[in-house]
């Protein structure tokens, strides 16, 4: 069964630092993962996604990922962290064909602090 | 992206009623996931709805509960019945992007149960 992991349920960071939200996943096959984002009272905003090709993926509003086979991971990282930044993040995977849902992650609130 | 619009955006309902939810889509689309947010949770697949055909339901929800109707490519309704104060939830409608395999949100409903 797939499954996502995300390990902090909270992640502060100070403004212009960088800041990493941790994933990781289990999931026969070859996943697709994604990152989403939920500002207060927001629906999920889609951040970015990995299919297939190079392993670091870059998305909206500066935010990229590494998709780590090996180690099952998908680290959402950000070279230097904004307060506008603060939010819930969500990753999630879903088996790799079309018309399938995502399995989520519990989300991490990530605060950046001026 | 697709563009997706859910009503009502918020809504108190009283104990022992019952909501339909609307998603209309911008663009034609196969498969639509309806998820649940209940407050502090990540999100949980309540179903998925395939036009022309009997939605999908994920273990621990029943139809009687959230009955699902797909009439065409760009509509679905999902409607909470009976309601209780347990299902004071966000409701969120979903839809693939047929070329990227991204998933994109509604805004959500908001709903508080009285």
């Known amino acids: 069964a797939q499954s996502v992991a995300q390990p902090e349920d909270q992640v502060n960071v100070a403004e212009g630092n960088p800041l990493t939200v941790k994933c990781t996943y289990s999931v026969s096959g070859n996943p697709y993962l994604f990152w989403y984002v939920q500002y207060p009272n927001r629906g999920l905003q889609f951040l970015l996604k990995?299919?297939?090709?190079?392993?670091l993926v870059k998305g909206s509003y500066g935010f990229e990922a590494e998709f780590n086979k090996s180690q099952t991971s998908f680290h959402l990282k950000k070279p230097s962290a904004l307060v506008s930044d603060s939010a819930l993040y969500f990753c999630?995977?879903?088996?790799?064909?079309?018309?399938?849902?995502?399995?989520f992650g519990k989300g991490t609130r990530l605060s950046v602090i001026a | 992206s697709a563009v997706i619009s859910q009503k009502p955006s918020r809504d108190i309902c009283q104990r022992g009623t019952s909501l339909t939810i609307q998603c209309q889509v911008d663009?034609?689309?196969?498969?639509m996931f309806w998820y649940r947010q209940q407050p502090g949770q990540s999100l949980t697949l309540i179903a998925t709805a395939n036009q022309g055909s009997e939605a999908t339901y994920e273990s621990g929800f029943v139809i009687d509960k959230f009955p699902i109707s797909r009439p065409n490519l760009t509509f679905s309704t999902l409607t909470v019945s009976n309601m209780s104060p347990e299902d004071s939830s966000i409701y969120l409608c979903?839809?693939?992007?047929?070329?990227?395999?991204?998933?994109?949100f509604g805004e959500g409903s908001w709903l508080t149960v009285v």
């Open positions: 979903s839809v693939e992007d047929r070329v990227g395999y991204t998933i994109y």
């Open positions: 990995y299919i297939t090709g190079d392993n």
């Open positions: 999630a995977v879903r088996w790799n064909s079309g018309n399938t849902p995502l399995v």
């Open positions: 663009s034609q689309v196969t498969m």
